[in-house]
């Protein structure tokens, strides 16, 4: 059975930093790219930040762009989002999701991230 799992989340202040990874077995990982992307209570889920299979190319999020970093480690099976200089408005619960390489042109939508993880609660507070 393909499993994201996302790990990290927390309580955090304004100006605090964090670490999510999400962990990935079931698939070859190397095939897929991944993107990160959050919702908040009574929000509508938004995309964040995406990696392709070699970590060449990412994108981020006009609101997350200079504060948040996605990089991944092929061989751990693992996919890391930085989340640094935090802000309230970043909390929310922050999904990752897998997309085959073979529609990776396009990284910043919804279409095409056919496996999901459960998600991470990330709190700041001001």
């Known amino acids: 059975q393909v499993q994201l799992v996302e790990f990290g989340g927390g309580l955090v202040k304004a100006g605090d930093s964090l670490r999510l990874s999400c962990a990935g077995s079931g698939l070859p990982f190397s095939m897929y790219a991944l993107g990160w992307f959050r919702q908040a209570p009574g929000k509508e889920r938004e995309f964040v930040a995406a990696?392709?299979?070699?970590?060449?190319?990412?994108r981020y999020s006009d609101s997350v762009k200079g504060r948040f970093t996605s990089s991944r480690d092929n061989d751990k099976n693992t996919v890391y989002l930085q989340l640094n200089s935090l802000k309230p408005e970043d909390t929310a619960v922050y999904y990752c999701a897998a997309k085959p390489n073979i529609y990776d042109g396009n990284l910043d939508g919804e279409s095409n991230y056919i496996y999901w993880g459960q998600g991470t609660q990330v709190t700041v507070s001001s």
């Open positions: 990696i392709n299979w070699t970590g060449g190319r990412t």
